[in-house]
């Protein structure tokens, strides 16, 4: 069974600073997606960054940005000039490319930008 | 054209009531998926389906819990005889067959079940 792993339950980092929150996920499969998203107090899931497991590239997304290892199953969200905003849980994601799409999230990581 | 519209947004229940939370998918949209968020954690996976059919309940409670997504109207969650542990926050997402992948599931806004 696929599980994915964030280690770091809370953080937090100076506005216009720049932050990295861990994932590590778990999976036998070689074709797979991997998403942040974030989840200020109004309780919304936002989708941040995507990654497909096939692409080499790591994505950027403005802000944003993802170290993706997939040798060492890591997939890190960077975020760059942090913004009061960024306040939020953030999810890390995982999404095996099957017949439909059924996501794992990550327990999460409570990111608080302090002005 | 608006997003996936889940109501109600706060839902309370006494212990043994039945409780009904409601997602409408974002037009098009034929694929919905419940997650359930309990205090301090991730979301849990719970059920997957398609318009009048069910594709995966393996995270769904054995009893008293149970989902339809008819081929009109919303996807309804079903819980029955509610318990305190029921407390959480549920979600449904949406997304077009073979798209999530690419944009990503579009999520609701969520209900927040609170039994007393």
């Known amino acids: 069974a696929q599980t994915v792993t964030q280690s770091q339950p809370e953080m937090s980092v100076q506005e216009a600073e720049t932050v990295t929150l861990s994932c590590t996920y778990d999976?036998?499969?070689?074709?797979?997606?991997l998403f942040w998203y974030k989840q200020p107090p109004s309780r919304q899931m936002i989708l941040v960054i995507r990654?497909?497991?096939?692409?080499?590239q790591n994505a950027t997304e403005n802000r944003f940005s993802v170290n993706f290892q997939k040798a060492a199953k890591s997939f890190s969200l960077k975020i760059s000039d942090s913004q009061l905003g960024d306040t939020a849980m953030y999810f890390c994601a995982f999404m095996m490319l099957t017949s439909y799409d059924k996501v794992i999230f990550g327990p999460g990581t409570s990111l608080s930008v302090i002005p | 054209n608006a997003g996936v519209m889940q109501n109600p947004r706060h839902l309370v229940r006494r212990r043994g009531q039945e409780a009904r939370l409601r997602c409408s998918p974002m037009k098009g949209h034929s694929h919905v998926y419940w997650y359930r968020q309990l205090p301090e954690e991730g979301l849990k996976f719970m059920v997957y389906?398609?318009?009048?059919?069910?594709?995966?309940e393996s995270g769904m409670p054995k009893e008293r819990f149970s989902a339809e997504f008819p081929k009109e109207g919303p996807s309804i969650l079903r819980i029955q005889q509610v318990v305190r542990g029921d407390s959480a926050a549920y979600f449904c997402?949406?997304?077009?067959?073979?798209?999530?992948?690419?944009?990503?599931?579009?999520f609701g806004s969520g209900t927040r079940l609170t039994v007393v």
């Open positions: 999976t036998s499969e070689s074709n797979y997606y």
């Open positions: 990654q497909e497991a096939y692409k080499q």
């Open positions: 389906l398609q318009k009048e059919n069910i594709i995966d």
């Open positions: 997402a949406s997304s077009l067959p073979g798209q999530g992948t690419i944009s990503g599931y579009t």
